[in-house]
Structure formats: C-alpha cells, structure tokens
C-alpha cells in the first residue's frame, strides 16, 4: 500500500501513540480527525496492519463500529487492501467458536446492535439477546476477554454516533475495550488522551481533494429570476459541460456529474421532496434532455433508486444525481464535482460536510487548470441565507473578483514548488549508519563479526551483564515520549511498579532514539523509527548476527548512551547533504513553470472585505487585514502615482498565483509570492514585496531570486523591476526599493528611493 507522505506521517503517529497510551493502566482513547477525503479508511488500514505485525507480548481484537451499510463497505475495502497480512475480517455470522481471535477486526453497524425495549429494557436486536446457544455479541466479547485479549474499538464517524448514551452503555458494559479510537472530519468528543489530526492543508497539497469550492461562482443575486430553479439547474449544466470539454482537452475521460439535493432533512421522502423531485425531473428532461429513460439520470432515495449501477466509473452516462443527504456518508464518487441545493432549504451553513460529496480529486492529482481543481455549489438561497462554517472558511469561497477588461497579458514566467517532504530521516540513513559506525571503530564491511565485536569492546562499550535498571523516573513518573513538535518530554501517570522491565526498556529506548532525530532533523514521528530499524540491522549484520533479540539490543545501546549518541551524531552530519540531495532531485520533479497571467476571477472567502481602490485590476477588491507597510503602499504609492496603469495584490500557498523559489537558510526550496504586481505606463512590470522591522532580516534570502529574476527577463528583453519595499514615514511616506543582496536593515545602504 503506497501513502501519501501526510498519510505516512499521522499513521506513524497513530502508532507511536498507540504503543505510548496502551503502555499506561486504564482504558484510554485516541481521537483521530482527518477531513473528508483525505483516505481515512486507509491509513486505518494501514496503522492497523503494522500494529498486527509489530511483535507484541500481548494480544488484541478489533471492533469495527460504523453507521449503516458503512461498516460493511468498510470490511470490503480491508479484505481488499489488505489480503495476506495477519489481520482477519469477520461480520457476526462469521464468528468461530464464540470469541474474537487474536489480529480479528469485527465489523458492526451501531443500527444491528444498540436497540433497546423501552418498556422492557430489553435488547431488541438478536445480536444482543441472550439465546441457547450463546451466540450474540455480549457472549462474544466476555469470551475475548476471558481469553485475555483486549479489545481495540474503532467508532467510525464517530460524531454521527458516539454522543448517545445507549452507545456509551454498550462500549462501557460490553465492549470495554482498552483503546478507544474515533474517527472523524468533525470529532465532537472531549476528554480523551491523544488527538492525531489530519490537517486539510496537507491533503489539497498532496492533491487529493479539491483546492476550493466556489459558491455561485459568477452569478448574483437569483431573487430576480423568475424560475430559479431552472435557472440553477442551468447554470451547473453549464459548467458540467465547461468541465468535460476541458477534461477531454487535457486527454482525461473524466466525465463530471453534477449532484442535485432534495430540500428535505428527514431520511425519508417528504412530500415536499416528492414534489421538489418531479418538477426537477421535468425541468431535466424537458429543458435538457436529461431523464431516467436515456440513463442520464440517477436517482438515490429511500424509497426509490434508479440508474445507480456503475455511476462512479467514468464511462457511466449519468450526468445528473438526484439524492438526499443519507447517501453523503461513506458514499465515494470523485467525478461529483458540482452540488446545486434549493432555497426551500430555508438557511444553511456550509462545512466540509456539506460539500464532503464534491470534494474528491477524481484521479488523485491536481491538473494544474484552475477549474479543474475546484468544486462549484450553486444555490437560489439569498446570500444572506448563506452562511460558511468557521473550520472551513480557508476552503469554501463565496465572494468573486473579475479581471478588468483593460488587462492585456504579462505572461510573468513563474515557477512553483509542491511540498514533496517533512523534515525527516529517510531510509537510506541505515547505509549511512553502517559506514559511519564501522568508520568510527576502524573496520569495514568486510570485516568477520568478531572482528568487529572485539574493537567495539576495545573502544569501552559494554557488552555483557547490560541487563538495566530503570532510570526513567522523575516526580514518580515514567518518561515515555517526546513531542513531536516542541521536542519536550512527555510523561506517563502510571508508576513504576506497574511495568515489566522488558516494557520499561523499550519506553527508554523509544525515547532515547526520539531524542537522537535533533536537531538535525525535525520530524519526530517519522524519524525515529528509521533510527531504531538502522541501529537493529546495523548491530544484526555487523556485530551480533540475526539471532540476538531486539531487548539485547535495547539495553546495549542504553547501557552505552554516550557511544551511541557519538555515532548516531556523526551520522546525522554525513546523512544531512544525503537526505538534502534526496528531496532536491524529488523537488525537481514537482517544478511548475509556467508563463503566470492574472486570473480572469479569483475567489475569496467570506471573511474578506471589499475596499475601494481606483488601479486595482480586479473588481471589486478583497482582502483580509492589510498591513501598515501595505496599505501605507496601496494607498501613498500605487493609487496616486500617475506612471501606474494597474496594479495586483498576489495570493499565497498555489500555483494560481505568482510565485519564485528560493533557498531558505537550510538551503532548503521554498516558494516566495511577492505581495504586488505592478503595471507601469511605459510598459514596465514591477514586483514588489513590502518589509518591515524583523522581517527585512529573515527573508533576505528571498531577495535572490528577486535579483536573478531581473536579470533573466532583462536578458529576454523584458522591463522588469523587482525588490523589497521599505516605507519611511506615515504622514507623508518615503518608499525605498532593495537593490543589493547586502542592503541595510539599520540605515539606507542598498536601497534606492522610488
């Protein structure tokens, strides 16, 4: 199973912390939110997978909790993915010997098992009722435990189901596992122990999902429409067949399928739905030919359901589905790409679950065309019917710019960077490792395995008798993890007299080997394992053979902490320029260069405010908070200056905007988005970036670019003027261009007045 590098990364996570949490007395519970469409499911898959396969003195079973058919679309995609790993995939019929066996996930919907008599107080459900053989879930679990086996609970979509208190009763009573773990875009629990989160930004970076969705893009206020309803279905059409011909333009058999929401919230069909759902059928088939007849048309209902067969596969004729929002759960079909809702919805509050539908890249990339890479809603609610939810606010955009129409193209060559790493040791680190260990000995990879164990102990590392105490104890507690962002220890409440000393050794080795990842490298979570696997093999091949057992090694190392840190130290330096290499050359694949011109419309979220100003080349202006440099800039240089024709405010954080790469003080590639483009009357660009205080030291390195930028264009022929902006007072402003990498912080040197 091949993951994106985020989903690499809070898999890791959610091991490293499971292993930390299970180490402690007490059931506890790990919340881990991860957005719609960022593959929850299957970096589930693939925790649970290297959980079952980690050597472990204990032993566990897993229970599956889902809503619906879900738990059962869900037991599909493990038998699927993960054929041939020690996990076992079993619904209660499929129980053997009235217990769940160890690496044995049981899926369950919360529907099959949770219903009670309120008069009786009595299970409704067989699966929970007592009967003569012992056949139901109750019997099932106490087994389990009787066995020894503890139990791990998985609540998917944990906030559509885990609030309620037949559910809490059940997990309490029965399930009683010894890790909880929920799983959600938008958890709602408090008081666990852990939280893994999936931030959204990493998986639009990763191109799984959408870059944005755009609410009535281009259209105004509907309330002067005669037929709204017409009038929105027409607009979605439109911009379905805009899709498709840009699709097939780009050589991609995409087909876009537009999603059409009944107005109702109830799970079955209202009458106002039924009639809401037969004058949207004849609107499709009289106006656009678009009917259940031709296939063209699907429709998912309770109580009725047609032309579903195939509709996610790219060849399916459906061009239009009518559903409700009881399919949004689970349901996965990345062609959905436009939603339209109705006004007798009466209000609604757009999140991403609102959206969750539309969400998904359809072959798990960005095309790198802009109308591609977003998702459209279109609605007849007036806009202040409209509202967008705060988490989603950077990712759902209701407010619209169009270019002026005196624009004329720049074609500004541009070039973007995708993220393509986290700060981390990769797996060539256990060459390095090796070399670097047997240089630091004076052997060589040739050398015989006494060889090489006799310099080691000449070199005063203790070999025999390193069977250790514990010294893990501080105030009473033990030390069992670092943060992976603050690098600070994290200690457990349990005390020492509840571990074994196998358990405490790998709670001190796994910190030890935490603490080695800086501060050459950042990434705790996904670091540190790279350091314990070449440490291992390291000792394994050239020291001590296969056959020694990883505790052995554990406590050698934490028996000689200084030699080891020598070593691990000394590979780091060398691995660094390595590690440094390696994500360049992955860098250079993930370049985008482009000739860069001003988006005909540009999307802003609801929060941005629209200001007047008379040069700007978009119309109306948006923005979020201006700076004082910024605005003293706007308003005391670009809109009074008479050699100016237009000017633009860039965007940060995609390829949609101007951008350059740079080389930060790491010597690492970061992109740079220039604050202003400038159009001047002599046919002039300038790109300006405006600095203050602090900032005019730290992002010197950015003025590279902007010098080697002037000279590539002035080379083509091109005027182009590039530079740092410095304001000199606020009454009466004095603006200074940086025209030397060496330029002033505390004086003028370097700069030249504009």
């Avoid at 105030?475 to 069992?480: M, T």
């Avoid at 590979?571 to 390595?578: D, F, G, H, T």
Wanted: net charge negative; charged share 30%; with cysteine.
């Amino acid at each position: 199973m091949i993951l994106k590098n985020y989903q690499e990364k809070h898999v890791q996570e959610l091991f490293n912390t499971t292993l930390r949490l299970i180490s402690d007395e007490g059931a506890k519970s790990i919340v881990f939110k991860a957005p719609t469409g960022s593959g929850k499911t299957i970096m589930m898959q693939e925790y649970l997978r290297r959980l079952a396969e980690t050597p472990q003195d204990r032993e566990f079973a897993f229970v599956w909790i889902s809503v619906n058919d879900l738990s059962r679309q869900s037991k599909r995609s493990f038998e699927r993915n993960l054929a041939g790993s020690p996990l076992h995939f079993s619904e209660l019929s499929d129980i053997t010997d009235r217990e769940l066996k160890k690496n044995e996930i049981l899926f369950i919907n919360w529907e099959s098992i949770r219903s009670i008599d309120r008069a009786t107080g009595e299970w409704k459900v067989l699966a929970m009722k007592d009967n003569e053989r012992d056949e139901n879930l109750p019997t099932y679990l106490a087994n389990t435990h009787e066995a020894g086996r503890e139990v791990i609970l998985i609540v998917d979509e944990s906030h559509r189901s885990l609030a309620t208190s037949k559910a809490q009763e059940l997990i309490m009573n029965y399930i009683k596992p010894k890790l909880q773990i929920e799983v959600s875009a938008t958890p709602d629990s408090v008081g666990y122990d852990a939280k893994v989160e999936t931030k959204i930004e990493e998986v639009i970076e990763a191109g799984m999902i959408k870059k944005e969705v755009l609410i009535n893009p281009g259209l105004g206020d509907t309330k002067d429409v005669s037929e709204t309803d017409k009038f929105i279905i027409d607009e979605a059409l439109k911009k379905a067949r805009e899709l498709r011909a840009k699709y097939e333009e780009i050589g991609s058999s995409v087909r876009p399928l537009v999603l059409i929401q009944l107005p109702s919230e109830s799970k079955t069909t209202s009458e106002l739905d039924k009639t809401k759902l037969e004058r949207t059928k004849q609107v499709l088939d009289t106006d656009f030919s678009i009917s259940l007849a031709n296939k063209k048309l699907a429709i998912w209902l309770s109580d009725e359901k047609e032309n579903l067969d195939s509709i996610e596969s790219y060849e399916s004729p459906v061009e239009v589905l009518i559903f409700k929002q009881a399919i949004a759960t689970g349901w996965d079909c990345p062609r959905a790409q436009i939603l339209v809702m109705f006004r007798e919805i009466g209000s609604i509050t757009f999140e991403i679950q609102t959206v969750g539908r539309i969400l998904r890249m359809p072959e798990q990339k960005h095309y790198n065309e802009y109308i591609l890479d977003v998702a459209y809603a279109y609605t007849d609610l007036e806009r202040a019917k409209i509202g967008i939810h705060e988490m989603a606010k950077n990712l759902i955009k209701d407010k619209f710019s169009k270019r002026k129409e005196v624009y004329e193209n720049i074609s500004l060559p541009s070039t973007f960077l995708r993220r393509t790493e986290y700060n981390d040791l990769g797996f060539s680190f256990y060459r390095i490792l090796t070399e670097s260990f047997l240089s630091h000995i004076s052997s060589s990879s040739m050398a015989m395995l006494p060889a090489n164990m006799k310099k080691l102990q000449e070199m005063g590392v203790k070999t025999d008798n390193v069977m250790i105490r514990n010294n893990l104890i501080t105030d009473g507690k033990i030390l069992v993890d670092i943060d992976h962002h603050t690098g600070e220890a994290i200690y457990s409440n349990t005390t020492i007299e509840t571990k074994t000393e196998e358990e405490l050794v790998k709670l001190a080795f796994d910190v030890f080997c935490r603490e080695q990842v800086r501060p050459q490298f950042t990434n705790i979570a996904r670091s540190y394992k790279a350091i314990i696997e070449a440490l291992y093999i390291t000792l394994e091949e050239h020291f001590f053979g296969r056959e020694t057992s990883r505790y052995y090694f554990q406590c050698l190392i934490l028996s000689n902490k200084e030699f080891f840190m020598d070593v691990l130290t000394k590979a780091k330096e060398i691995y660094l320029p390595v590690r440094r290499a390696e994500v360049e050359d992955k860098r250079k694949t993930q370049i985008i260069s482009r000739n860069w011109n001003i988006p005909s419309i540009t999307a802003f979220p609801e929060d941005s405010v629209e200001v007047k100003y008379t040069k700007n080349i978009l119309e109306p202006f948006y923005t979020g908070k201006l700076s004082k440099g910024e605005k003293l800039f706007i308003e005391e240089y670009l809109e009074k200056n008479p050699n100016i024709l237009w000017w633009y405010r860039n965007g940060v954080k995609s390829e949609l905007f101007f951008s350059l790469i740079y080389k930060d003080s790491n010597g690492d590639s970061q992109n740079f988005f220039p604050d202003f483009i400038v159009q001047y009357a002599d046919g002039t660009i300038g790109i300006f970036d405006p600095k203050d205080g602090f900032t005019l030291e730290k992002d010197r390195p950015k003025y590279i670019p902007f010098a080697q930028y002037t000279e590539e264009l002035k080379a083509q022929g091109r005027k182009v003027i590039c530079g740092f902006i410095r304001v000199e007072g606020e009454t009466n402003p004095t603006f200074y261009r940086s025209i030397q990498d060496d330029y002033g912080v505390d004086n003028m040197s370097g700069w030249e007045r504009m």
